[in-house]
């Protein structure tokens, strides 16, 4: 799939698709969200980076911090992003 039909189909800007593939763009979870649908996986995937070393305690945490700067739409799609993968 082209830049071009991945932008189209997630609603987003060229640039925008450009941006975040390289690493350099911000965007939202609504985003995040909507170039899943677009690739036709589900938003886990897009951030399946394998085991990691942390621990429960220190992911909670981290979370937890994150969660408290996060934006009432962004806390939403988290949300709607920890049941997806609670039910794996």
Partial sequence: MTQERLA?????S???VGEIERGRGNTTLLN?????NALGVGVP?????GETD????????????????SA????R????????????
């Fill in 45 to 49: 995937a897009l951030f399946d980076f």
């Fill in 54 to 69: 942390m621990t429960r305690q220190d992911a909670e945490t981290e979370l937890k911090s994150l969660l408290r700067k």
């Fill in 32 to 36: 995040i969200e909507n170039l899943a």
């Fill in 8 to 12: 189209e189909l997630a609603k987003l």
């Fill in 72 to 75: 009432d739409p962004d806390i």
């Fill in 77 to 88: 799609v988290l949300l709607a992003v920890a049941r997806s993968l609670s039910r794996k």
């Fill in 14 to 16: 060229l640039q925008s």
